[in-house]
């Protein structure tokens, strides 16, 4: 490959223009890895630039994910975070993008994303669960069936993952996902994120009190889902969902606040500090004060910054920035409308125009 095809080849990346750099894929050999003169790959650069698709094109290519010469030891993921595009940072992290490399001034790449201000790269960053670590639970062992099915993977990943630990998010996430939307397939997700939680707890080089915490977390939640399933089937998941929005007088939701707190407290790591500093920030709480369980979730599993930049909240699921509200009183945020449906029977007692 000539010099100046090599630089035709950032020229296009910098442009966006992902056909061009196809027509040159067709008529060129190229390396998996090319590299420009400040040690940076082809994937670097597309990365730092947010070309989603055109990152995807060159991973497809072969690219290394992880590869770099950049003098600061910077890497695609990194170069991602700084340029704030959240597409392809999950991307980067689907094709096994190593999150824990250190920069040269040894920082990661959630922590460089921190640094830039691009919180919700962080973010994912921090909430992410590799594929890879289902793996062992779709395939035989032995004479027995996987212990989770095929399909199911890649939803429950995507489950946890999620940065919102509102229980009613993940009922309708479940509800949203046919691979799991199935009594038995719940049973058998619940189980795989018991013993990834163990995993976290015991492993002495992936070690994640935060992954550990929100795994059996989330497994609790999934547990209320195949109790609830298991008696009324799996076509009633929004009177699930409004029996978890009970609130009280004030419309604060209380039995959302009293299954977080069971749950944490029926941990069974109890010498955790992570744990410890929850139960010593919530147990002199009162129910109904701040902070709530539920905003301890989000700064544990989002950080504090990232919590604390949540606005306009979706009073059914949580869900940050949700662009509806109440067409009477305007007062309250929704992110759908099935969120607002789910939620009128509390909001009528307190909406005025």
Request: glycine share 4%.
């Amino acid at each position: 490959m000539t010099e100046s095809v090599q630089s035709k080849i950032f020229e296009e990346i910098d442009n966006g223009n992902l056909e061009h750099i196809k027509e040159i894929y067709e008529k060129e050999t190229i390396p998996k890895n090319v590299y420009n003169e400040d040690g940076m790959t082809a994937l670097m650069q597309a990365a730092y630039k947010g070309q989603t698709e055109i990152c995807r094109f060159l991973l497809v290519q072969g690219a290394d994910v992880n590869a770099t010469c950049h003098e600061n030891n910077y890497t695609a993921l990194m170069m991602a975070c700084l340029s704030g595009k959240l597409e392809t940072v999950q991307l980067l992290l689907d094709n096994d993008a190593d999150s824990e490399k250190l920069n040269s001034v040894q920082k990661t790449a959630a922590q460089l994303a921190s640094f830039v201000g691009q919180h919700e790269c962080a973010t994912a960053i921090k909430n992410f669960l590799s594929l890879n670590k289902l793996e062992p639970y779709i395939v035989c062992q032995g004479v027995n069936d996987p212990r989770l099915p095929e399909e199911a993977a890649g939803p429950l990943q995507k489950l946890v993952v999620l940065s919102n630990p509102h229980p009613v998010k993940i009922v309708l996430f479940i509800k949203d996902s046919p691979e799991l939307c199935d009594v038995e397939v719940i049973k058998k997700a619940e189980n795989v994120l018991m013993d990834l939680c163990s995993k976290c707890v015991r492993s002495k080089n992936d070690y994640d009190e935060v992954l550990a915490l929100k795994l059996f977390y989330y497994s609790s939640i999934l547990k209320i889902c195949y109790d609830f399933a298991k008696q009324n089937g799996v076509q009633k998941w929004d009177a699930l969902a409004k029996k978890l929005l009970h609130s009280d007088g004030d419309g604060f939701q209380v039995t959302v606040e009293n299954i977080i707190r069971k749950s944490l407290q029926q941990f069974p790591y109890i010498d955790m500090p992570l744990l410890q500093y929850f139960v010593k920030t919530i147990a002199p709480v009162k129910i109904g004060s701040d902070p709530t369980a539920l905003s301890c979730l989000f700064s544990m599993f989002s950080g504090m910054h990232a919590a604390s930049q949540r606005h306009n909240i979706c009073e059914t699921c949580a869900t940050n920035a949700s662009p509806l509200k109440c067409s009477r009183c305007k007062k309250v945020c929704y992110c759908s409308k099935q969120c607002q449906k789910l939620h009128w029977f509390i909001h009528k007692k307190h909406c005025s125009t």
